[in-house]
């Protein structure tokens, strides 16, 4: 049996994964790339067409965020994107569908580089077989999906984040102890939420510190860790915004922090299903008796608790933060085998070992379909099928209205500002969300600003001057989804689905504990 000390001496190279074993894995990113480049140059996501703006008003505008652009995410996307647009546009590549294309791809690149490295991290703790069953279900998962084909951070945190746990568990030089914690880093400068998974982070260092008994490892990782947090967390603190991206964005209220804390406990006590979820996949990780691999499957398991906490604060993000459990369930599973493999020595299970294992994997795979197929189907296929194209858009009446009645200098307002980046305008420098009350009460509101919002009769009100004219219709049902979808329907479903998975999963307990105890009987 492999045990996780000889598995992290083994040297990272190219050769030693280009086997014929190994194809599975490199047909699985083929075929995730074809389907996620299949989406390039579709808006498949409400945040997206924000992201854009700020791109745009970054890289060809010298606007600086946090100090003229109100934002709560971390700033590290934003100088990334911005900095590669601007690259294009050094080499003349300024037009604004090849522009969106290059941000969409680095989601993809991410999401297909996330898909290998599930399968290293398995592979590494188990075999192969475990490394392309928790690679294939990552895949499938709904926000691995969604995130890919979206101009968002999240894969690109995702990935971020997984490179840093395989270093960690072939860590064995200083070069890699520092690749670490600074791959680690530039997740949380990425996205906010990775924060959640420091107390892990800061254990696996100290008892790499304690195995290794040489400090210098210890101090290489935390430097790493340290230096992104010194390079892109100087803005945040500057401009005096690091609560604002730690907190305001999601806490909402004015209720004291004591009140808010228990209410959080009733919170979590209510949502049984996602803690039943990430303790029934953390508890064999505790039993395995490796260190190592308790550290990382309880950093796996982390990530179940993050829509407990978050869509506590902030229910606008209760979908992507249910989809974002799905990432800990695709990344547990090679901890999750792992485990139960090395505790078969522990409970001398002999018979129905494999039996298990084999009911464990296809329960597991099921349950990943179940989870995704739903979701992907009818939401984000369908949302993306019927999204036009960057291409349709520019030919809109719409970005012809915009044209016609602003001058380059204007800031306008839309409510899906993909219009306002088309038609070469600005959005204001406070433009977070559609609250539009908040640019006439904020000291940052431009002096010459034309507001366009959708009417309810589709109609597009211009305002300042006052223009009244009719849009053409899309079937682009985003533009209610967060607040509608989400928040009802994206609800019932995802607890309809994690309802299956803790049945489920009780079942797979109780052929477990069947297992022990005819063992044990006999």
């Not at 996602?274 to 990780?285: A, C, E, H």
């Not at 990382?296 to 989809?323: H, K």
């Not at 299970?349 to 298990?356: F, G, H, V």
């Amino acid at each position: 049996m492999y045990k996780l000390e000889h598995i992290t001496k083994h040297r990272l190279s190219f050769k030693s994964y280009f086997a014929l074993q190994d194809l599975p894995i490199f047909i699985l990113c083929a075929v995730a790339l074809w389907l996620y480049t299949s989406f390039l140059g579709v808006i498949s996501e409400y945040d997206s067409t924000f992201y854009v703006m700020f791109f745009d008003l970054m890289a060809f505008h010298h606007a600086i965020p946090y100090k003229d652009l109100f934002t709560t995410q971390m700033p590290f996307y934003f100088y990334l994107v911005s900095s590669i647009w601007l690259l294009c546009a050094f080499f003349g590549l300024t037009d604004k569908f090849f522009l969106f294309v290059i941000a969409q791809f680095i989601s993809i690149t991410s999401n297909v580089i996330s898909i290998f490295l599930v399968y290293l991290i398995g592979r590494r703790i188990r075999n192969r077989l475990v490394g392309v069953v928790s690679a294939a279900i990552f895949a499938l998962s709904p926000l691995s999906f969604h995130a890919a084909i979206s101009v968002v951070p999240l894969s690109l945190a995702i990935m971020f984040t997984l490179a840093s746990i395989t270093l960690f568990l072939t860590s064995g030089n200083s070069t890699r102890y520092f690749l670490a914690g600074l791959l680690f880093g530039i997740a949380c400068m990425t996205r906010a939420s990775m924060l959640l998974m420091l107390p892990i982070f800061v254990l696996i260092s100290i008892w790499l510190w304690y195995k290794s008994r040489k400090l210098e490892s210890l101090e290489l990782i935390m430097l790493g860790f340290a230096l992104p947090l010194l390079v892109f967390g100087t803005d945040l603190i500057y401009y005096n915004a690091l609560k604002r991206v730690l907190f305001d964005h999601l806490v909402k209220g004015s209720q004291p922090y004591n009140e808010k804390l228990i209410e959080l406990l009733r919170y979590i006590l209510g949502r049984e299903t996602y803690i039943g979820v990430g303790l029934f996949l953390g508890f064999p990780i505790i039993l395995s008796g490796n260190w190592e691999n308790r550290f990382i499957g309880l950093a796996g398991a982390s990530m179940f608790f993050e829509p407990v906490l978050v869509g506590f604060f902030d229910e606008f993000y209760v979908t992507e933060m249910v989809c974002f459990a799905a990432m800990g369930f695709g990344t547990l599973i090679g901890f999750l085998v792992g485990s139960v493999s090395v505790s078969r020595s522990h409970f001398n299970l002999r018979i129905n070992s494999q039996l298990l294992k084999c009911w464990l994997l296809i329960g597991l795979v099921f349950l990943s379909f179940a989870m995704s197929l739903g979701y992907i189907v009818n939401y984000s296929i369908n949302e993306v099928t019927n999204s036009p194209p960057i291409k349709e858009l520019e030919k809109s009446p719409v970005v012809g209205i915009i044209k016609a009645y602003t001058k380059p200098e204007d800031y306008v307002i839309s409510d899906l500002p993909i219009f306002t980046y088309l038609a070469g305008r600005r959005c204001p420098p406070e433009i977070a969300d559609t609250d539009y009350t908040r640019f006439f009460t904020n000291s940052l509101t431009p002096t010459r600003l034309i507001l366009i919002c959708e009417n309810t009769l589709n109609g597009i009100i211009f305002i300042l001057p006052k223009i009244t004219c009719k849009s053409e219709t899309y079937t682009w049902n985003l533009r209610t989804v967060p607040q509608k979808y989400g928040l009802e329907k994206g609800i019932r479903d995802f607890q309809k689905n994690y309802a299956l998975i803790l049945s489920l999963s009780c079942f797979i307990g109780i052929l477990f504990l069947v297992g022990l105890t005819s063992n044990n009987c006999s």
